[in-house]
């Protein structure tokens, strides 16, 4: 019998796994993936749950791979969802709960694609599912920790394909086959505090952060490339903690964060940013200190025979010929496009991280038969 995704997607959901819990999701799926021949192995890291399983041969030169996630971000308030979160009601077709998005539907869909592809037409190559309970937080336990995994135990996927929402509004109109890069900067001004009165007595770090934050919020890091918008960089935070009217503030912050296109590196960006504190300290006199954190690189994987593969498959389930981008936030990608050539494909993503999260049921079957038709297709 035909492995139903969107039941699974309802056993999923019933698990509160709010990023780091669990909540016995990788059971739910390592049990399914067993009982279909799949060699599943936990890989366990920084109190993160994660499951690697392959179907064939390890090793086997030729191997697809499918990537996703079970943890979710928190419902927030709970008494505004019209449905419990962890409820998994259907209601007129339409399957709601938290994850069930993004993208506890995605990994349903490509695991009971990977079982019913086995059972019935057993490849000669190998199936390879990398899930992750670590994607909504901080992933430094999650994907990374599963290719770690990998890499000792000389295991391999030839190509990858992530199962993120990334469709906006209709079923099959977008692949993503690159992100940007993200990055954010901490930045302290410090001078002197003093009487608003006497500020010739004081070294006041306002003036000194509102014409750094001017000067790099008005630069234009670049006009983009053939496949990236342009970058662009927001001031998220400007804070003193001053609650007086009359005292100048010995120090403020500021936050900002930059999403960059292929034509930067987090290192480029920051020592741009250290050559524009370093001057704004020259010419205010005053002390900067930053602090830079790095989420991922921009990655592209050229349009190729992967990205051909998934919209071939696409078009032929829905009719929509999909458009390849390199739109939205940060995924695992950027972790696997170090491994081998990764694209994203999945359901659309409206209600993702919303109250009231929920999936047509129609578009997870939709998604599953895309999968399989991939899997079909590469190993054919």
């Excluded at 937080?137 to 990998?150: F, P, R, S, Y």
């Excluded at 900067?288 to 071939?312: I, N, Q, W, Y």
């Amino acid at each position: 019998m035909p492995t139903d995704p969107a039941l699974l997607t309802a056993d999923l959901i019933r698990c509160a796994s709010v990023t780091p819990e669990d909540a016995g999701a990788l059971a739910v799926i390592e049990e399914r993936l067993s009982e279909a021949g799949f060699a599943c192995t936990r890989v366990e890291r920084g109190g993160i749950s994660n499951l690697f399983a392959r179907w064939g041969d390890k090793g086997h030169p030729k191997s697809f791979g499918f990537n996703g996630h079970t943890d979710v971000v928190p419902v927030g308030d709970a008494a505004a969802w019209t449905h419990p979160p962890f409820a998994a009601e259907l209601v007129e077709g339409v399957l709601f709960g938290r994850g069930a998005t993004d993208m506890k539907s995605g990994v349903a869909a490509f695991v009971a694609a990977a079982v019913d592809f086995v059972t019935e037409t057993p490849p000669d190559g190998a199936v390879i599912l990398a899930i992750t309970g670590d994607e909504e937080g901080d992933a430094v336990d999650g994907t990374i920790a599963l290719l770690d995994h990998m890499s000792g135990a000389d295991e391999r996927m030839s190509v990858c394909l992530v199962g993120e929402p990334t469709c906006p509004e209709r079923m099959g109109e977008m692949i993503k086959i690159g992100r940007r890069g993200s990055m954010s900067a901490w930045i302290r001004v410090v001078g002197k505090q003093g009487h608003s009165a006497y500020p010739h007595r004081a070294l006041n770090p306002l003036p000194a952060l509102v014409r750094l934050l001017d000067r790099l919020s008005s630069h234009t890091l670049d006009e983009g490339t053939e496949h990236f918008d342009a970058s662009t960089l927001a001031v998220v935070t400007v804070d003193t903690g001053n609650p007086a009217t009359n005292v100048i503030p010995a120090e403020a912050r500021a936050t900002l964060n930059i999403r960059f296109n292929d034509l930067h590196s987090g290192a480029s960006l920051t020592e741009w940013l250290e050559r524009e504190t370093g001057s704004i300290e020259a010419e205010f006199g005053v002390s900067v200190e930053m602090t830079v954190k790095v989420s991922g690189e921009a990655f592209l994987t050229p349009p190729g025979p992967l990205s051909d593969l998934v919209t071939a498959a696409v078009e032929a389930e829905t009719g929509i010929e999909p458009e390849l981008s390199t739109t939205g936030g940060t995924s695992d990608a950027r972790f696997i496009k170090d491994h081998c050539p990764v694209v994203e494909f999945g359901l659309v993503g409206r209600t993702m991280h919303q109250v009231d999260e929920c999936v047509p049921v129609e578009q997870i079957h939709q998604l599953k038969a895309i999968y399989i038709r991939v899997l079909r297709d590469y190993f054919a």
